[in-house]
Structure formats: structure tokens, C-alpha cells
């Protein structure tokens, strides 16, 4: 079976401008046929996600309210990368602003596309291992969050039996998980 | 630290509709709080990603070119669910469609929330064992799709090493590498 083609993309047009993405048509012709077509595709900044464990092995889960579902969340901290911001440095933000906890060693686990069909951005997964409490909180307008402390397997049990929902967060609990069993094999998300 | 306030959701307003998606504008008022907001919110039908194995221990990965990354991405099979179906039958009726394989034993291993803060919709992991070629391919207008038959440890390490970016095909594979590592212990995720 051949290998699918790279359509090559043409013109642009905003669809539609929100506070947090802006959605896109942009023309696609396929190399081999003779017409193009446009595809709708949403774009926003990158996300990252932080998995922050305290030195006694501790994940830092937020919970709060998400408008998308109308619902609670159990999730990690995290959020939308600043402009001029490196995934790490919006990692260090985003974690003491929701929670209040700083300090320990950052660095990349990875990233994932949250949806490469409609969406453009990366989402990166910053593993913060060694924080503490800093007692500084800066939420957005609308947040309001409840920090919890669980133990990394509790944390890694509510990722695959249903108490954690959010895809992305789900993601950077396993991902954690497959690079600390494969730390000793050097088997990590080469990033 | 107090639990996060419920949102009530008021009044929503098509801000924009695609072949895809829509996407709404809805009012939000806190319960304490005088004032209320409104928070965008992309809605489409639940979608399915399918973990298929053949009976000689190979998951069945499809290469497609992705409008939203302007990229070629090794994923698994999977879609939209149609209006009525349920998310085993959109997956057998993908599986073929993509890939002309079928057969074999469905069963829901679980489902994620792609992005709580601003989609509404699930996206469903089923697995089926035991798939065999049908021959029967039945792509869309713009699919073209290469299948590809690798080994189930080695699409589990690429989930982990960079070659598969989407997220939520990573969140499927890796769920289903709990899920085979938990089966003696009968922590599946619970659905």
C-alpha cells in the first residue's frame, strides 16, 4: 500500500476569533488532484501539562470546574504556554499559580498534538520532581482550584480507572509512568 | 481548601458552525458571585479510537495525512461516531472503512474527555481482538490511508517515544497497556 501524500496547504482565513483560539479555513490541493478544498482548523497557543511530585513521592491534582463538560475535573496543574514562554518556564508558572507549590528540578518528559485532524498546537508534559509548598497562589478571573497531594500510584490508578477524564492529563500520568519504568532501559519520549 | 462551585450554565449562542463542529458561546454564572460570563465551547459528536489486534499479537496503525498539523501521523483507526451508533459499532464500522480489517471480539475499554475546559464530546477506546483482513475498504472523499501491522510492544514504545503524536491514540494505547498489565488484578477502567 503507497504512502499517503503531503497535501500542500494555500490560503488562510479566520472562521472565527475567541479569547483563547481562532479558528481557521485554510485551502489543502493534493499533489495528484486537480481541485483543493478547504479544511477547518482550530489554533491556540501550545499547553503543557506539569506532573510536580514532592520529594515523598506525591503528585500535586487540582480539581476544578471546566466549562467544556459543565462539570468538576480532576486533573494536573497546567495551562496555555505566554507568548516568548519555553514549556518549562510556563510549567514553573502555571504550577504555583493553581497551587502554590514551586522550587524542585523541571524538565521535558515530552509532548503530544492534542488532535492533529483540527488542531495545531503541541501540548508539552513538564515533570517537576521535588517541589514544596510556597504559600503563593495567583489564580486567573475565573479560577478556583483544590489542590490535592496523592501518591503517585493512586494518581496513576485514577488515570486508567475512570476518575480522571481529561485526555491530556491522562496522557502525562502514563507517560510519567512508562519513563519511570523505563528509566533503567533509557527507553524515554525522545525530546 | 474548599471544593471548586458548580457553574450554571444560562443561555448559548452559535458562534460558529462547521462540517465538524460548532462552536458555542455559553453564559456561565457562579453560584456566589454576582456577575456571570461567557465561556467558549467547541461541540461535536463523540468520536472513537480503535485498539485492534490480530490474533498473531499485531495492532493494526494507520499513516494519514492531518489538515490541523499539515503533517503525515501515525495513529490508529478511528472517527466520528454517526447519530445513533453506538461507540462498538462506529469502531468495527471505522476499523473497516480505514483499514479493511474486521471481525473479532468489541469491547469498550474506556473513554476520555479530549479537552474538559472547551469540548464537550468523549472520545471512546474500543478494543477489538482477533481482526482479520476483510478486503473491504470504504474511505472517505478525503482519506487516503496507509495500514500498517506492527508488533504490540513496538506500537506501545512508539506511543512512548515521539513517533505517535496524538494524543488521544497515545491515551488509548497506553490504557490498553494497563489494562493487559492490570487484567490479573481486574483494575480496568471502569465501564
Redesign the interface.
Known amino acids: ?7 500542500q ?1 494555500g490560503n488562510a482565513r479566520t ?2 476569533h ?4 481562532e ?1 481557521k479555513g ?1 485551502q ?1 490541493r493534493h499533489p495528484q488532484r486537480a481541485r483543493s ?1 478547504e ?4 489554533d491556540s497557543a501550545d499547553w503543557v501539562v506539569v506532573v510536580a511530585v514532592t520529594s515523598d513521592t506525591q503528585i500535586v491534582l487540582v ?11 480532576l486533573e494536573l496543574p497546567g495551562g496555555i504556554i505566554d507568548e516568548g514562554e519555553s514549556p518549562i518556564e510556563a510549567a514553573v508558572r502555571e504550577l504555583e499559580e493553581e497551587t502554590g507549590f514551586g522550587g524542585g528540578r523541571a524538565r521535558l518528559l ?11 498546537n503541541r ?1 508539552h508534559i513538564v515533570l517537576v520532581e521535588g517541589v514544596t509548598p510556597t504559600g503563593t497562589l495567583g489564580w486567573d478571573e ?1 479560577e ?4 490535592l497531594l496523592w501518591p503517585v500510584g493512586e494518581a496513576l ?1 485514577a ?4 476518575r480522571i ?4 492529563m ?2 502525562a500520568l ?2 510519567y509512568d ?2 519511570r519504568r ?1 528509566a533503567a532501559g533509557g ?5
Not at 488515570?159 to 475512570?162: N, P
Not at 527507553?187 to 525530546?191: F, L, P, Q, Y
Open positions: 500500500m503507497s504512502a499517503p501524500a503531503d497535501w496547504p472562521l472565527l475567541t479569547p483563547i483560539f479558528v485554510i489543502y478544498n479544511f477547518v482548523v482550530i480539581r476544578q470546574f471546566r466549562f467544556g463538560t459543565a462539570s468538576t475535573s515530552g509532548w503530544t498534538h492534542p488532535n492533529p485532524a483540527i488542531q495545531r501540548n475565573h478556583e482550584l483544590e489542590t490508578r488515570a486508567v480507572d475512570g477524564t481529561h485526555a491530556l491522562i496522557n502514563l507517560l512508562a519513563h523505563n527507553a524515554g519520549r525522545g525530546v
